[in-house]
């Protein structure tokens, strides 16, 4: 029997994730159980499943490790991995944004600072309005930038806008909207193509817009 590999985004989105393939018919009783192990299968769907790290999916995918991948657009749009995208999944919907201190005020005269993690976003996003930018490229905690002064900006996610405000800061553009796509890897599309489309099919009348 031939299995499909599915790499899953470990934690909350992940749970959402698996919920949908799930009630998409794509069960998987092993995975429930309380232990460490990181890659579960069930041969009676032909699925195979495993939890990696978010920002790790679309390189499982890309490179063929996972046949097909659940990853959010912010990841798909600062990596650019070679992949098929098949589906708007409509989970972890939240937006990419630019931040500041509420009293900011911006002065195009002099080379805007910006702090993110997603610094191809960012290059991108300010090289179209041709704006004078210094990347300050942080892996977390990207909030703290204004506030000590290291940044005059972030670019970064936002969700409820709670991590901003509680922070003093406030979104001051947004750049894109995210949410959870389905991806696949481009040989695997290829070979195991009505595997995966069947899949698609079944995800897609799960999915609510
Ligand atoms: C993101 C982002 C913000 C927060 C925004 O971090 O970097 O810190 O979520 O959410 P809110 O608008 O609902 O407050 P995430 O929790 O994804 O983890 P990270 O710090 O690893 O990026």
Redo the contacts with the bound molecule.
């Keep these: 029997m031939e299995f499909i590999n599915v790499a899953l985004p470990k934690g909350r989105l992940g749970e959402k994730v698996l919920s949908m393939f799930e009630k998409a018919g794509y069960t998987c009783p092993s995975i429930h159980e309380e232990n460490r192990k990181l890659i579960f299968e069930n041969a009676e769907v032909g699925i195979r499943y495993f939890w990696v790290k978010p920002s790790d999916v679309a390189i499982y995918v890309e490179r063929g490790a996972a046949d097909i991948g659940v990853a959010g657009k912010d990841i798909l749009l600062e990596y650019e991995p070679d992949v098929y995208e098949l589906l708007d999944l409509c989970l972890g919907k939240?937006r990419m944004a630019v931040a500041a201190k509420k009293d900011f005020c911006d002065n195009t005269n002099s080379t805007l600072r910006v702090a993110t993690?997603f610094y191809r976003i960012a290059e991108r996003y300010y090289a179209e309005k041709c704006r004078d930018i210094d990347i300050i490229h942080l892996n977390?905690?990207?909030?703290l930038a204004p506030i000590l002064g290291l940044s005059d900006v972030i670019v970064?996610?936002?969700?409820?806008?709670?991590?901003?405000y509680e922070n003093n800061l406030e979104p001051k553009e947004t750049i894109v909207e995210i949410s959870a796509r389905l991806i696949a890897n481009r040989a695997s599309y290829q070979f195991k193509n009505a595997l995966i489309e069947k899949i698609k099919d079944a995800l897609s009348l799960q999915v609510k817009r």
């Excluded at 977390?140 to 909030?143: H, L, W």
């Excluded at 970064?156 to 901003?164: A, C, P, Q, R, S």
């Design positions: 939240c993690k977390g905690s990207i909030e970064d996610i936002v969700e409820t806008g709670k991590t901003l």
